[in-house]
T-cell receptor, first 111, second 115 residues
Framework: QKEVEQNSGPLSVPEGAIASLNCTYS??????FFWYRQYSGKSPELIMS????GDKEDGRFTAQLNKASQYVSLLIRDSQPSDSATYLC???????????FGKGTHLIIQP | DAGVTQSPTHLIKTRGQQVTLRCSPK?????VSWYQQALGQGPQFIFQ???????QRGNFPDRFSGHQFPNYSSELNVNALLLGDSALYLC??????????????FGPGTRLTVT
């Protein structure tokens, strides 16, 4: 059974601080890892993808992957109130597979 | 650049009825995956279509079926609706031919309510 675990939160972070979101996965065959942002009542929006161990930075976002520990994280620097949303971690074995999602972490940025 | 589109936006059906949801993938994409998202949960994979065939299926009963057309658009059909089928149904598109580019982009979803 493929599982993706996330702390459901809510995670409350002051504006301007770094928000740190974490995710663990059980399927060692997983190849690709994604972070989606989902605002209430909306569909998930892809914000980061990472395929290799290490860090990947895109603007205020940094994704970190450690395959040995089966751990993925997302850092959001200079957090803004508009970052308040649910962040979904997703993993996939390969292109012919479906994404396996965690339940999401509800992030609240306090002005 | 046209994104993923879905129709209808909202739908209300009665138990036992059948429903068809539609999806057009992002321009340049050839693969469509369908997901069901219950309130407070992450999306659950239903199935994936590529080259007009179902390539992979999640843990859903065969009441859930689909189709992909030559223009890559897709339909999700659900028969004998149950109250538990009430959820947000999401379509995601991707481009299979490019290795490592397994990124899936979601449409706005169809909110299905079964009464």
């Amino acid at each position: 059974q493929k599982e993706v675990e996330q702390n459901s939160g809510p995670l409350s972070v002051p504006e301007g601080a770094i928000a740190s979101l974490n995710c663990t996965y059980s399927d060692r065959v997983s190849q690709s890892f994604f972070w989606y942002r989902q605002y209430s009542g909306k569909s998930p929006e892809l914000i980061m993808s990472i395929y290799s161990n290490g860090d990947k930075e895109d603007g205020r976002f940094t994704a970190q992957l450690n395959k040995a520990s089966q751990y993925v994280s997302l850092l959001i620097r200079d957090s803004q109130p508009s970052d308040s949303a649910t962040y979904l971690c997703a993993v996939i074995r390969g292109g012919a597979d479906g994404l396996t999602f965690g339940k999401g972490t509800h992030l609240i940025i306090q002005p | 650049d046209a994104g993923v589109t879905q129709s209808p936006t909202h739908l209300i059906k009665t138990r036992g009825q059948q429903v068809t949801l539609r999806c057009s993938p992002k321009s340049g994409h050839d693969t469509v995956s369908w997901y069901q998202q219950a309130l407070g949960q992450g999306p659950q994979f239903i199935f994936q279509y590529y080259e007009e065939e179902e390539r992979q299926r999640g843990n859903f009963p065969d009441r859930f079926s689909g189709h992909q057309f030559p223009n890559y658009s897709s339909e999700l059909n659900v028969n004998a609706l149950l109250l538990g089928d009430s959820a947000l149904y999401l379509c995601a598109s991707s481009f299979k031919a490019v290795r490592d580019f397994y990124e899936q982009y979601f449409g706005p979803g169809t909110r299905l309510t079964v009464t």
